[in-house]
């Protein structure tokens, strides 16, 4: 079984620079997530995707950054402009649909975003 | 909101030593409760998990875990710990129910070093 795919895996920009971050998840999952994890911390939940529907979207700053989920399977994360605090590794994950198999996320191996 | 404590950010051992981890969470409700790990250059990948009935779960490569319902405490164990063991360490918290139905929120990670 394929895993989450994400691209790129690494990106250096400028502030004030505007980059973009993709996602295909496992086939078949319903649900996706963008996770921001900044250097010595957890993964902090961005935005969360139920097929293309946003669930949860109450950490993203928006305005800033912003993402979509066209036609309910890849997606991509946007952050314009950039600032020098969001610098970290952006992780993609996904998961079943809801029910208790919904509870596993399956992540990928993120995009690590350096802003000078 | 919720939150989630490790204990440790960082614990180095010997071959062969036992490994407790420490994990608190800040919720009432109904919660799963996870332990992710992270091998160098690898993606995040589920350890162990625990949804309900016997509060002491097995997960891989010799990992064990305890929920203590009464001390909001999910502590992972391994009894003799080896040099690939050496990971950064997450421990997570599902919340399975109220207004942030679906959200998984981690702690700040532990970093552990094994010595041959």
């Known amino acids: 079984e394929a895993g989450v795919a994400q691209s790129p895996r690494y990106k250096i920009i400028e502030k004030r620079q505007s980059v973009a971050f993709w996602c295909n998840p496992i086939s078949g999952h319903a649900t996706l997530y963008w996770y921001q994890q900044i250097l010595g911390q957890g993964p902090k939940l961005l935005i969360q995707f139920q097929n293309n529907g946003v669930v949860d979207d109450s950490q993203l700053p928006k305005d800033r950054f912003s993402a979509e989920r066209l036609k309910g399977v890849d997606s991509t994360l946007k952050i314009q402009p950039a600032k020098l605090e969001d610098s970290a590794v952006y992780l993609c994950a996904s998961s079943l649909t809801r029910g208790t198999s919904s509870y596993e996320q399956y992540f990928g191996p993120g995009t690590r975003l350096t802003v000078t | 909101a919720q939150s989630v404590s490790q204990h440790n950010h960082h614990v180095i051992l010997s071959e062969a030593a036992s490994l407790e981890l420490g994990c608190n969470y800040s919720?009432?409700?109904?919660?799963?409760l996870f332990w992710y790990v992270q091998y160098p250059g690898q993606h995040l990948q589920l350890l162990l998990k625990?949804?309900?009935?016997?509060?002491l779960v097995k997960g891989i490569k010799g990992f064990e875990a305890e929920f203590i319902k009464s001390k909001f405490s999910f502590n992972l164990r391994k009894p003799s710990v080896q040099w690939s063991d050496t990971a950064e360490y997450f421990c997570?918290?599902?919340?399975?129910?109220?207004?942030?139905?679906?959200?998984?929120?981690f702690g700040q990670g532990t970093i552990l070093t094994v010595h041959p």
């Open positions: 919720y009432g409700g109904t919660v799963n």
């Open positions: 997570a918290v599902f919340n399975a129910g109220g207004t942030s139905y679906g959200k998984l929120t």
């Open positions: 625990y949804f309900s009935g016997d509060p």
